[in-house]
């Protein structure tokens, strides 16, 4: 079973010590789409919003209930079924498993009392798609709190619903979750949870209150992110799930992926495991690890990065052919993704479709007027320009796919560029910046690429340096005049990893006050902007802000790699985007064991939050929501911990997540 999937396909530099990738990349949106979003199914057709699907065609969501399906126009729930004295919400109190049956009769006193408990999700004042995986409440207790009573009320609800776990989590119901989703979006859900010490007798109850809502606009497609339990080789792979699941699928792993194109730094084919020096396992030039990726818009790829010194590589993630070499990579052009330090990769949809298989990177080997050696410069020492690479080019292999041939043509290692330049591959001047170029991410129309414009490259990611964002017509792989985006380009501060919305209004991207101490692609200050495409006033996302009481603030908890999701809806005058990114704000480490240096970064997850444009000079965002289907701990590799980040969010073929447990 397969799920079409809509993914912003995005690449991001790899680190140093493989712990962390940079995600950047777009592709467009067709004119018609069909979707499977978990709880949500059906078809839309865009119109004159250019093919989106929060154009002005119309779909019709299915919750799975005849009783509670809604009628969706442009993606919005236009009607609701009760609005008020509704019965959603069931007067009789839910018992959570291993709870006391005579729980209720602890909560007798009113009120929340004080020392209270601290809700952490989903976060007060968070928006929810219409169609999202249900919420889960969780919260920090009072001390010596052992049970807890969880309140949902809602103005238009004849019941409160009650819950009592002795857990310091709880989950809507998911048919009372699609109840909601019918009837209660756009209304407050106010979430009430109390705590009382099972073993004081006369322990008073003392609890807190959030407010959340449900948005009238869905959201579709899925995510694929990259998945991480240390720097060694094979520890790590790509994860994803659509809209609505509750679990996760393994996506592709490197035992799967069947091209064998890796080189290291002296261009010979790998033969040995970099962490252990043992042959691996399946031949010269097979992949070590999975890091940054980028989603292909042929709906069944995905290009990544390889271990150090980071060459492309590119595999099926269709369940039916999974690792598989793509049928549009030629020989030339496995070759021309397998170079070193390629860095950042983008697609563009309309290029793509157009017969042109190019993608964008930000190649760190030379220069238009220079081009470098492809396996003896790079890295740290050169300069970082955007490069395009036809990936399904007739040129021929420049070299055998032998191990060890390159060693013995050292004196000719300008071949493959000299040979190359401007058929496989090729520049793209940026006219008025001579700065390196990272992190290129594709319009969704095809005609721009954006992508920041720094003094810090290094082995193909953002070291520590300054950095601005810039755009540049792609005008057939020839560029043109590049330009710094108003709100984008403080020299202040360092601004990279831009990603346009899908209807290409906004950019999202980070941004640091500039060190000389922090390097970029993983810098614990980091926070989430937005800012228009055109220019403008940048917009700090609140969702920046974890809760208070979880001890963490921003800058401080490396807020990153920010994905729209792949539609932008309309909705009673107000357009609805989503985004997600990964952060550290859990401060959970990876466990050392994992770690091919000893490097004891934390580990990030993934959050959600909503931007609505409702016209005015500011769009409102709100705070973010903590994805709690993703996992944080792998048994596999000793219950480490496990770090989640750059997803993407597009359309690509992946496995179906598996039904969650029991």
């Not at 041939?405 to 190359?420: E, I, P, R």
């Not at 720094?454 to 792609?474: C, Q």
């Amino acid at each position: 079973m397969v799920r079409m999937v809509r993914t912003l396909a995005a690449v991001g530099a790899a680190a140093a010590s493989a712990l962390v990738a940079s995600a950047c990349a777009t592709s467009s949106s067709p004119s018609s789409s069909s979707f499977n979003s978990g709880n949500a199914t059906g078809s839309a057709v865009g119109g004159s919003s250019g093919g989106y699907l929060g154009g002005s065609g119309t779909a019709v969501l299915t919750t799975g209930d005849a009783s509670l399906t809604s009628t969706v126009t442009g993606s919005c729930v236009a009607t609701t079924a009760c609005t008020t004295g509704c019965t959603d919400l069931s007067s009789t109190p839910i018992i959570d498993t291993g709870t006391p049956q005579d729980a209720q009769s602890h909560f007798t006193a009113t009120g929340l009392g004080s020392g209270g408990i601290c809700i952490t999700e989903p976060g007060d004042g968070t928006l929810l798609p219409n169609n999202w995986t249900r919420p889960r409440f969780a919260w920090v207790p009072a001390s010596g709190q052992t049970l807890f009573e969880v309140r949902v009320h809602i103005d238009s609800q004849k019941n409160d619903l009650l819950a009592y776990t002795m857990s310091t989590t709880w989950t809507l119901p998911a048919d009372t979750w699609k109840a909601l989703a019918a009837d209660a979006w756009g209304q407050d859900i106010t979430v009430t949870v109390r705590g009382v010490n099972m073993a004081a007798a006369s322990s008073a109850p003392s609890g807190s209150s959030m407010k959340f809502q449900i948005a009238p606009a869905i959201a579709n497609g899925s995510l694929i992110y990259w998945a991480a339990v240390g720097d060694k080789n094979g520890d790590s792979w790509l994860e994803g799930f659509s809209v609505g699941d509750e679990t996760v699928a393994q996506v592709l792993d490197t035992s799967q992926v069947a091209e064998k194109m890796s080189r290291d730094t002296g261009g010979n084919l790998v033969t040995q495991d970099q962490t252990t020096n043992m042959p691996l396992a399946n031949g010269p030039g097979s992949v070590q690890c999975i890091g940054c990726h980028a989603a292909v818009p042929d709906h069944n790829s995905v290009s990544f990065l390889d271990f150090y010194p980071w060459p492309g590589v590119a595999a099926s993630v269709n369940p039916q052919n999974t690792g598989d070499v793509p049928s549009w990579l030629t020989p030339g052009g496995a070759e021309a993704l397998a170079l070193p330090w390629i860095g950042m990769m983008t697609y563009s949809a309309p290029v793509w479709n157009a017969g042109q298989h190019i993608v964008v990177a930000g190649w760190q080997v030379g220069s238009p007027s220079s081009p470098g050696t492809p396996w003896q410069s790079g890295g740290t020492d050169s300069p970082s320009n955007l490069v395009w690479i036809n990936v399904s080019t007739s040129q021929p292999q420049v070299f055998a796919n032998d191990a060890g041939l390159w060693s013995s043509l050292m004196g000719q290692n300008q071949l493959f560029v000299t040979a190359n330049l401007n058929k496989s591959y090729g520049y793209l001047a940026r006219t008025g910046d001579s700065n390196s170029a990272s992190c290129p991410t594709w319009s969704h129309d095809g005609a721009t690429i954006a992508y920041a414009s720094n003094n810090a490259p290094k082995d193909g990611r953002l070291a520590t340096g300054t950095s601005d964002i810039y755009t540049v017509p792609y005008n057939d792989g020839k560029g043109g005049a590049a330009t710094p985006v108003q709100g984008a380009a403080d020299p202040s501060y360092a601004e990279y990893y831009p990603w346009y919305s899908s209807d290409d209004k906004y950019i999202a991207f980070d941004r640091a006050a500039n060190s000389s101490s922090q390097a970029m692609y993983y810098n614990p200050q980091a926070e989430v902007y937005v800012v228009p495409a055109a220019g403008g006033t940048a917009t700090r996302l609140a969702a920046n802000d974890p809760p208070a009481c979880l001890g963490a603030t921003s800058p401080g908890v490396t807020n990153s790699w920010p994905k729209w999701s792949p539609q932008a809806t309309v909705c009673d005058g107000k357009t609805y985007y989503w985004l997600i990114f990964s952060s550290s704000r859990l401060n959970r480490p990876f466990n050392v064991k994992n770690m091919k240096d000893g490097n004891e970064e934390p580990t990030s997850q993934l959050y959600l939050t909503a931007i609505v444009d409702d016209g005015s000079s500011t769009p409102a965002t709100y705070p973010g929501v903590y994805i709690w289907n993703q996992p944080t701990t792998n048994i596999g590799f000793a219950d480490s911990n496990q770090s989640n980040h750059t997803p993407l969010w597009d359309v690509v073929m992946i496995p179906a997540s598996p039904p969650p447990p029991r």
